[in-house]
């Protein structure tokens, strides 16, 4: 079983930024997937960014070229930078790691992008 706890959620203005870390209790470099989702009040749960083994990191159309996943190998943890925040950015933001097969994620931290 893989635990996910996410960090540093809060409020920022638009057009400010916001890095979010996700520390897990595995091993990063052994797992299948990792990466981060979001979920706004109302909609489903969407993919903002993940990497995948074998395939690479992929990112949702509406943050490419302005969020970036980054992993850190040695400390098992995921981070995700968040540049030119806008308000529609707003949501709880959830680390996934896939395992053989299953899914875990942490509880989430919300990230609100307003004046």
């Known amino acids: 079983q893989v635990q996910l706890v996410e960090f540093g959620g809060g409020l920022v203005q638009p057009g400010g930024s916001r890095r979010l870390s996700c520390s897990a209790s595995?091993?990063?470099?052994?797992?299948?997937?990792m990466g981060w989702y979001r979920q706004a009040p109302g909609t489903q749960r969407e993919l903002v960014a993940v990497?995948?083994?074998?395939?690479?990191?992929v990112y949702a159309d509406s943050v490419k070229g302005r969020f970036t996943l980054s992993r850190d190998n040695v400390r098992n943890i995921v981070f995700l930078q968040m540049n030119t925040l806008k308000p529609e950015d707003t949501a709880v933001y959830y680390c996934?790691?896939?395992?053989?097969?299953?899914?875990?994620w942490g509880e989430g931290t919300l990230v609100t992008a307003s004046s």
């Open positions: 996934k790691a896939e395992e053989r097969g299953l899914d875990y």
């Open positions: 595995a091993t990063i470099s052994s797992l299948n997937a």
């Open positions: 990497f995948r083994s074998g395939v690479g990191t």
